[in-house]
Structures are given as C-alpha cells and as structure tokens.
C-alpha cells in the first residue's frame, strides 16, 4: 500500500490531490458520496487513478457495502494513462551476489513465523528446491494398507535421493499426484531404515468424511523445501532460522542488483470485495481498469486436508467477491499467484471479467459461483448472470496442477466467450458441480453458455480424466457452442477434447472441433438428454467418441457431426448401441474411405 514516488507529492489529509494509498482514496470517496446523500446533491461517477508502479499492500485491502457506487454514479478504479500500476502481496528483497555466483536475501523477521513458499525473480515465478531435479519419484507402497481410516504414511524407494538423512526433514512438503488430485503432505518424520514418509493428516480421497487414499505405485510424487538438496539453476531455499534466501540463477540470467526485483509474496489475498450474504448491503457498481493484481502467496494451514479438491476449487483468490452486485474488472492483469486469479463466488450478479489477462497463476485463472454444498438448494447462494468475455488465461496450475483455466460452480446464466485457454495441467474450461442429477431439487447451475472459446495444449502429460471442456451434473439450459479444442494429453488417462462427466444432463454441444487428443475427441461418461450436433470430432488416441458408462435408453443424440479418425475406432464403450440416438453422420479415415 505504499506511495510509489511517481507524481506530485501526496497532500495528507486533503480532499483533493494525490494520495498516499488506496485505502486513504477510497475514504474520500465514501466521504464524497456521504456528503452528496446528506445534501441531495446528484453526483457523476467517482474515479480512482492509480499512477504507475508497485504497491505492496500490508493486509488484504477489504471494501465492502460502504464503497458502493450507483447506476448514475459508479466507483472507477484505474490506471493512469499508459501507465501500470501493480497491487502486489509481496515484499521486495535485495539480491547481494556471492562468490558461487548464486544470490542470497536477508528477509524480514515476519518471514520467520510465516515462511513464503513462493519466489519472484524479474515477475517470474521460480521453483522452490526440489527432488527429484527433474521427472518424479513413485510411491513404492502403502503403509499399513489394511487400515481404511488412516493414509498418513507411504513407502518411498531405497534408490530416491530424499536426502533423508537431513535433521530438518520435517521442513520438507511432499506433492503426490493422483490422477485428477494433487495432495500437498507436511513431512513430521523419515523412517530411513523401512523408507517410510509419515505426515502430519490423513490423506482422503475426495472429503473428510470419505476414506482414504490408497499410496500404490501409481501415485508419482516430488519432495519440496528439503534442506540439504543442492540447488539446481533456477532453485531457491529459504531458511526461516536465518532468515536468508538463497537463489542459484538460470543458465544466462543476467540479475542486475539495482533493477532485478526479488519478491517474496505476505498475501494470499490482495483484495476482497464484500457485501453481506442474505438480505444484507451489497457492494456494487465498482470497476477496475487496467490494474495488475499480482505476487500472492499459498500456505499450507495446519491440518490442513491435503486434497486441493478437484479443480482446488478450496484454495483462494488473488482478488475475492462475494455478495455483490454490477463488479467490473477490464484489462486487467493477474499474474503471479499463489492461487486463482479472480474469484467471484457465492451471490454475484452481473459481475464481468472482460479483455483481462491471467498468466503465471499457482492454481486457476477464473471461478465463478460458489462450491459449497448449501448451494445446491439455498438460492441465496447462487451466482446470475456473469460474463467472462476476451481473456487470455495461461500457465496455470503452477502450483495447484490440478487448479482450472475457468471454474463455473453453482451459477446460472454465465457467458464463457471468446477466451484462450493454455498452458495447464488440467481442465481448460469447467461447468457444473453436482456430480449427479438434480432429482427434487431446483437448478442451481443452468444455463450458461460456453461460446466460440480456444482451449489448447493442456494436461501436458501430468494429470487425467480431464477435458478441454468438462461438465458435470444436470444444468438445463447450458449452451457449448464454436469452441475449438486440441492438443490435449492426459497423464494416464482421460486427455479428452469435451467431457461430459458425472450426471451430465440437458446439455446442448454444438459446432464445435476437437483434434488432437490423447484419449478421445468426446466422452459422455454418464448422464442423459444430451444433445451433440453438428460437430467436428477428429485423431483421438484411442478413439473418437467414447460413452464409459451410460444410461440405459435415451441418454443422448448424436447427429449431423463429422468424425476423422487415423485407425482408431470411431467409437468406444460399453453403452453405444444402447443409449444414443445416431443419425446423418459422416464418419472418415485419414487410410481413406467416408461412411
């Protein structure tokens, strides 16, 4: 939140004129609006310019119902003219070169109780010190695999370089992967006579109330933070008791004490824009222009659930809205993040998130609507009628790989439009959240539509049972139109271009190309009523189309698409024959031959 020096100097405690933060702005501008409401006056919009240059916030900036703007009279928040201003979470450290010509920091006390797990090196994100240097190490076993309740353990290979004989072992994170999860495991002990991990929770398998994970050899994993691994070129270690960073600089970078900036990022959250839930004062009418959102942090809470959720749907946002009405952001910039991006979640009307740009992200890019299970019938939590229209989101997941481009909850009329999708590990762009049908319930999650998007080169070979398009539950209404889709590859299994997962329903997909997929062009796992028309489905890996698991009898149409295959079959499943209405398709191979 501090001054950044550019401009007239700040006049404190004036009405007029340039001020010191944002948090001082934002108080004139409640107080114009009260002096305005006393007197009766009509007032225009309200606008906020922030010079160019980095604000490092101490706390996260929360505004809520009191900053309000009006239809007539709108909150503007923005950047100067050709200039950028940076909201940043993080704290800027000295480099001082050392003569192994890596780089070290002192960092300040604060750091000592709440260590970063994250470094910024000239805006980019840089690894923390792992094992091993490259690929990943497998779970050699369960430990105690009988017990259903307790996954606290695994049995580790003689042959990976933990460096377990370190005495600070338990500074270590383990990061397993399995297939669409991602678990983040505190280390409390190294048992190096039985190659034992033990953590400190228990891993479950979707949530606290369901059993546990299964550590068998198809879970991969890496160690992070260990003490004692060498740092490889472009690795960094903090060492809390000293309060020193140590940085070993890529191959070629070049770090210029004066102008490269290290950053470790205070924040998880920079901003919170907050009205109350229920029949309470929402904040509205406020717009962003032009601001870049960046350097935030993820830490681990203690007892923490390591399963980041499908999606890590529970991690936090950059910037978070709830309870809001009409909340703009345009040309706007997200990028390196602990987390997601933008978080619009439970009761946000009208919000839009248009001509923005979400790069270097820890999880996502964008979520909208919420995924708490009291959403599922109380409509008080419901998100309506949000826009997502010209944006870039790219390099996601950096942290959170199963993190998504852009996540819609329960929410009802959102526009997904005109957006390009890449660079992550899973689900390019994601929509529903029941898992199921809707049976006796009202719809929280209908109609939305998902228009002429490009979602491409994502799984990159690290997660499974992903789609460039994904959905689940019923959703009547919902749209997934124009979109081209490719390049998808699955770590396992599952790099599919659109999926229709659990309990998909009444759901129209049409006009859209999928190519290039390491599972299939489509895949219907289970639902009913869907419509799938005038498509482009072509080189799936193991084939063109493939229905898992299907209903019995009318579960979808399938007409009027084009499918190219190289050998592979055209279709897979079990369930085909049986619940699909096929007609006046044209079937091709690239050997030769139309059907």
Request: proline share 4%; hydrophobic share 35%.
């Amino acid at each position: 939140d501090a001054w950044t020096g550019a401009g007239a100097d700040p006049v404190a405690g004036a009405t007029t004129g340039p001020q010191k933060t944002l948090t001082e702005a934002l108080k004139i501008a409640r107080d114009q609006r009260a002096a305005a409401a006393a007197t009766g006056t009509a007032i225009g919009p309200i606008t906020i310019i922030l010079r160019g240059g980095s604000y490092e916030l101490p706390a996260t900036l929360v505004m809520t119902a009191v900053d309000s703007g009006t239809a007539s009279s709108p909150l503007i928040i923005k950047a100067a003219a050709n200039e950028v201003p940076i909201l940043s979470g993080g704290t800027s450290l000295t480099p001082v070169l050392q003569s192994d010509s890596s780089w070290a920091a002192a960092a300040p006390a604060a750091f000592q109780t709440s260590p970063f797990s994250q470094l910024y090196v000239g805006g980019e994100r840089r690894q923390r010190v792992r094992m091993p240097k490259t690929g990943y190490y497998q779970v050699a076993g369960a430990v105690n695999p009988s017990n259903q309740t307790v996954s606290d353990a695994f049995q580790y290979s003689a042959s990976d370089d933990i460096k377990a004989s370190s005495t600070r072992i338990n500074e270590a994170v383990v990061r397993a992967f399995d297939r669409w999860k991602v678990y983040t495991l505190q280390v409390v002990k190294c048992d190096t006579t039985n190659h034992i991990l033990t953590f400190d929770t228990t891993a479950k398998s979707e949530t606290q109330s369901q059993s546990r994970v299964s550590f068998d050899r198809t879970i991969f994993y890496i160690l992070e933070n260990v003490a004692d691994a060498p740092l490889a070129a472009g690795e960094w270690y903090f060492d809390r008791t000293t309060l020193q960073l140590r940085y070993a600089p890529r191959q070629g970078e070049v770090i210029n004490r004066a102008n490269t900036r290290f950053v470790a990022p205070r924040l998880e959250t920079l901003l919170r824009l907050q009205g109350a839930s229920g029949t309470g004062s929402k904040i509205q009418f406020v717009s962003f222009q032009g601001i870049t959102f960046a350097y935030t942090d993820w830490k681990r809470p203690a007892g923490y659930d390591p399963l980041s959720r499908q999606g890590a749907v529970l991690t936090p946002g950059t910037v978070e809205v709830s309870s809001a009405r009409d909340i703009a952001f345009n040309g706007c910039t997200f990028c390196a993040t602990g987390a997601y991006g933008l978080v619009m979640g439970a009761d946000v009307q009208r919000g839009s998130v248009t001509d923005s740009v979400f790069k270097n992200l820890g999880a996502g890019g964008i979520r909208i609507g919420s995924g708490d299970d009291k959403a599922k019938s109380d409509s008080t939590y419901w998100t309506t009628d949000c826009t997502i229209e010209n944006n870039s989101v790219t390099s996601y997941g950096q942290v959170h790989p199963n993190g998504l481009g852009i996540w819609v909850g329960f929410a009802r009329r959102t526009l997904i439009e005109h957006n390009d999708v890449t660079d992550g590990y899973y689900s390019g762009i994601s929509v529903g959240w029941m898992f199921c049908y809707n049976d006796g319930h009202d719809y929280a999650t209908r109609d939305n539509i998902v228009r002429q998007n490009r979602i491409w080169h994502i799984g990159q070979h690290a997660l499974s049972d992903m789609g460039g398009i994904y959905t689940l539950g019923e959703q009547p209404g919902t749209q997934i139109v124009g979109n081209v889709v490719s390049d998808i590859q699955a770590g396992r299994y599952g790099g599919n271009g659109i999926y229709c997962d659990e309990g998909s329903a009444s759901i129209a997909a049409t006009n859209n190309l999928a190519f290039n997929l390491s599972s299939s062009a489509m895949e219907f796992h289970w639902g009913r009523d869907l419509s799938i028309t005038s498509n482009i489905f072509a080189l799936g890996q193991d084939c063109v189309f493939e229905n898992s698991s299907p209903e019995v009898t009318g579960a979808y149409t399938f007409e009027d698409n084009v499918l190219l295959t190289q050998s592979q079959p055209f279709f897979a499943g079990s369930g085909v024959s049986k619940s699909v209405q096929l007609g006046n398709n044209l079937y091709r191979s690239t050997t030769g031959g139309t059907k």
